[in-house]
């Protein structure tokens, strides 16, 4: 599975991105998928991920958005209400058999893209 993120940028705080990670390999409705990030200085951290249901961090809680679109292959993550905090490197995930509670574990998941800077800033 090869997965590349995309969609990240310098956004003002309140602002919204949507970042995509475009899924290769397999299809995106049979595999466990999340979104992580890495702020400078920082561990990675859990931000959502999508198994039979959405999961999010609190620290995101009704400002993100994940889903999967099987048609494109696609996962998202709709970012709204940004802010500097939110500033990190995004990194998209898969994994199979992650069950519910290993789904924040960053160690659970097989594959990973790139990365996709988000930067909030006035």
């Known amino acids: 599975v090869q997965l590349q993120a995309s969609g990240g940028g310098l956004v003002q705080p309140g602002g919204s991105l949507r970042l995509s990670c475009a899924a290769s390999?397999?299809?995106?409705?049979?595999?466990?998928m999340g979104w992580f990030r890495q702020a400078p200085g920082k561990e990675r951290e859990f931000v959502a991920a999508?198994?039979?249901?959405?999961a999010y961090a609190d620290s995101v809680k009704g400002r993100f958005t994940i889903s999967k679109d099987n048609a494109k292959n696609t996962l998202y993550l709709q970012m709204n209400s940004l802010k500097p905090e939110d500033t990190a490197v995004y990194y998209c995930?898969?994994?199979?058999?992650?069950?519910?509670?290993?789904?924040?574990?960053?160690?659970?998941?097989?594959?990973w893209g790139q990365g996709t800077l988000v930067t909030v800033s006035s």
């Open positions: 999508v198994k039979s249901s959405p």
């Open positions: 995930a898969a994994g199979t058999g992650i069950i519910l509670s290993s789904l924040r574990q960053g160690e659970a998941y097989n594959y």
């Open positions: 390999g397999r299809t995106v409705s049979r595999l466990v």
